[in-house]
């Protein structure tokens, strides 16, 4: 095969691998993120097989040394040594469906790095790349007007923070093709893709991308007025840049004037303040990853593992989390790439990436110093140039401060990184190539590549596929209530192996917990059981890769205790009792892995209850309640076992703070209230009534029963002004109770005058 046509599969692969953003594979776990991943392992495996062949036949094609080159290569050196000390080593290797981050999943990132400052070796190859990187994101805004209704959208991409970084290189890139063409349709082209760009920003409202991009537009200006040649230019950047900064001063100490009132700038703008919930989020985050390093100086070195935050996060969970976010709380991400980086793969992986940035800024600089002449060929960069991808260096490394890379930004990152290397290269006199090729076997080199690659593509890709389809088909067949074939699914789900298996076997195990009480009255004990017993099987494989997980220790005993409930139920009450305390033992495991989980106190007290050790689960409530005093849960739960045990005062002591503390949300009131309305009519103990729907009205003024309810014991005890006041509010909820209101307040006027 001829240099030529090796180089041009090699550049059509490059150009197809951005296709695979586009894909999107519905009958797959995290579709947005695994089927994008798997595909594009496939296609890099594949062009590897030509690349191979093509640098040992072309040597002069082999990747040239740079400080770029070396910097990459060591910070994934960095992640690959931190697997060694990886509390996770499956997740650090092979990563998760959810993420497709693992080293396997990055070194194909890696893979089209070398691909590209292969085989693209002049600046009019990257301008070229750059302009199909624009059209890719341009296609992504345009997978928006499908949900224009909508004040946010994911776009093809599957998060708001992925494609609120795409359009940031997207500004940038567009900036730099619009400074190098001459020809005015051409520029006009560039100018009418702005639009299209800042729309698909506005639809991601990502606060870290808003921080990004002024970030970088400050970077640009600042590189512009520092470097510019000429003075009058130098003094109109520094005039912009003084305009710039005022601008966005002025902006934030007016931010809460009403103008801003309603509008997208206000709320970007309003969305910087303390009380930001993902900021608070975050920070609490943060800190844990601070406590863990405090604590363990030796995972300063090497971090915990690629991909493990999650450990970190668990063990220094703050119960302050709850005040901002009840649903969100387990993080296998920093949300911040330094410290993602520098607790996962320590300060050897955190220097390797620094020294990366580092070395993609020098390269550019560089490239601008040497700067001799203005085309296609030319190796240098002009002062515009050097200022704009600054600044698109400066915006990603700044919006990554408050998420993490993602399929799509690892493709756009290595090409920027390619072409930072390639400056580098060319201009440390290393652009000049030999020529001539070897003698080699051909045939036989691609035989042997494609065998290799046929196992990565087939053992691993191809089954995570597989994988991913049983698990979906496993689900189906859960909800259809047809558990026979849900279980051979899983089975073949099983004999598959696949390195990425976490997630479906996790899922199995949920599908049996939430459909459980469905499915033991509709369903054969035989076909239950069996599928039950291969969940146990799939959650204990799980908590092997990492038995500090608390959330997957939760899951076990989730599952346990459902065998547990399974078992009483056909009064086999020995086993029930085993599986029970295997749950129970889960359960301790997990609270150790994460002490300030508030709701792991609530699950392990009805797994006490269910050993009659009604004391211990109070003692373990009254603990999570004082861990977390703003959580319902604990609260909830112990106005329950007071009112059983008939500890009237303890139950009116902690009702208040659990329907206060957002309990009204938390259950299912109708019922959770009614038994408690029952006893209290029962005994005419009108106190205690008043003072329970004083607190629920307090909450939920929409209910007229309760609301009807608590102006009859108002007027029991007294309080006629309360009885009078929740029975006008009646006509608030519903006008057609007009005349019983009527009646009721007559009869409360005659009883005030006696």
């Known amino acids: 095969m001829s240099e030529k046509t090796f180089r041009s599969i090699l550049k059509i692969g490059v150009f197809a691998s951005l296709a695979t953003i586009f894909v999107v594979i519905s009958n797959m776990y995290f579709p947005y993120v695994s089927s994008k991943q798997l595909i594009f392992n496939i296609l890099i495996e594949i062009l590897l097989v030509f690349y191979f062949v093509f640098i040992i036949k072309y040597p002069k094609y082999r990747p040239k040394k740079s400080l770029v080159l070396i910097g990459l290569v060591s910070y994934f050196l960095a992640i690959v040594l931190s697997l060694f000390v ?54 992504i805004v345009f997978f928006l007007f499908g949900s224009l ?109 009403k103008a801003f009132d309603n509008n997208y700038i206000g709320a970007a703008l309003r969305d910087f303040n303390s009380e930001n919930v993902t900021l608070n989020t975050r920070l609490i985050s943060w800190k844990a990853a601070g406590k863990y390093l405090i604590d363990h100086p030796v995972n300063l070195i090497f971090g915990v593992g690629h991909g493990n935050y999650a450990l970190i996060f668990d063990k220094y969970f703050d119960a302050k989390f709850y005040d901002f976010d009840r649903s969100q709380t387990y993080f296998d991400r920093a949300h911040n790439n330094l410290i993602d980086i520098g607790t996962t793969t320590g300060i050897v992986g955190l220097l390797a990436y620094l020294a990366l940035m580092v070395f993609v800024f020098v390269s550019f600089v560089k490239a601008y110093v040497k700067n001799k002449e203005n085309d296609d060929s030319y190796k240098g960069l002009g002062v515009v140039e050097l200022s704009i991808l600054s600044g698109l260096l400066a915006a990603y490394f700044i919006q990554n401060l408050a998420v993490f890379d993602s399929f799509a930004t690892y493709i756009f990152i290595m090409i ?49 596929i597989k994988t991913s389809n049983l698990a979906i088909e496993g689900y189906i067949a859960f909800h259809n209530k047809d558990l026979v074939k849900a279980y051979n699914m899983y089975s073949e789900m099983k004999e598959l192996n696949s390195f990425l298996i976490r997630d479906a076997r996790g899922t199995c195990a949920d599908n049996v917990v939430n459909f459980f009480p469905l499915l033991l009255e509709d369903t054969s004990k035989e076909d239950l059981e069996r599928i039950i017993l291969l969940s146990i099987e799939f959650v204990d494989a799980n908590v092997d890769y990492n038995p500090s997980d608390s959330m997957t220790l939760f899951k076990a005993s989730r599952i346990y205790e459902t065998a547990s409930k399974f078992y009483l139920h056909y009064r086999e009450n020995e086993k029930a009792s085993d599986y029970n305390m295997i749950a129970l033992n889960y359960m301790n495991l997990a609270i150790e892995s994460s002490p300030q989980r508030v709701p792991l106190y609530s699950y392990k007290s009805n797994l006490l209850l269910s050993f009659n050790k009604k004391e211990e689960a109070i003692s373990l409530l009254v603990e999570a309640s004082s861990i977390n005093t703003k959580m319902p849960d604990p609260f909830c739960q112990l106005s329950d076992l007071y009112f059983t045990d008939e500890n009237i005062d303890s139950f009116l002591d902690v009702f208040p703070k659990c329907i206060n503390n957002g309990g009204l949300i ?84 005659s009883v005030n005058e006696e």
């Open 416 to 464: 920027i990184i390619a072409f930072a290397h390639f400056l580098n290269v060319a201009n440390s006199g290393g652009e000049e190539m030999a020529k001539g090729s070897r003698k080699v076997k051909e045939s036989t080199l691609f035989i042997v590549f494609l065998i290799i690659a046929s196992f990565f593509i087939f053992n691993v890709n191809v089954r995570a």
């Open 149 to 257: 209704g909508e004040k946010h959208s994911q776009s093809i991409l599957g998060n708001r923070a992925y494609l609120a970084a795409i359009m940031l290189f997207a500004l940038f890139l567009n900036s730099l093709m619009l400074n190098r063409v001459k020809d005015w349709w051409l520029k006009l082209l560039y100018i009418s893709a702005f639009p299209f760009f800042i729309f698909g920003l506005i639809k991601a409202d990502i606060s870290g991308s808003h921080a990004g991009l002024a970030v970088g537009i400050f970077v640009s200006l600042f590189i512009f007025s520092i470097f510019s040649k000429n003075r009058k230019i130098k003094v109109i950047g520094l005039s912009a840049l003084s305009v710039f900064v005022v601008a966005i001063v002025m902006l934030f100490a007016f931010r809460d004037h």
């Open 86 to 139: 990886s509390v996770d080593f499956n997740l650090s290797f092979w990563g998760d469906m959810e993420r497709m981050l693992g080293l396997f999943g990055l070194l194909h990132f890696l893979a089209l790095f070398f691909i590209i400052i292969s085989v693209f070796r002049t600046k009019k190859d990257y301008y070229q790349l750059f302009n199909v990187l624009l059209v890719v994101c341009l296609l």
């Open 666 to 749: 938390y259950l299912g009131m109708e019922d959770f209230v009614s038994k408690f309305e029952k006893y209290f009519y029962e005994r005419n103990d009108w106190e205690s009534l008043s003072i329970m729907y004083k607190v629920l009205i307090a909450n939920n003024s929409s209910n007229a029963s309760w609301l009807s309810n608590s102006a009859l014991s108002h007027q029991n005890i007294g309080d006629y002004e309360t009885a009078r006041l929740h029975a006008l509010m009646i006509l608030d909820v519903d006008k057609s109770y007009q005349n019983a209101v009527d009646k009721f307040l007559n009869d409360l006027n």
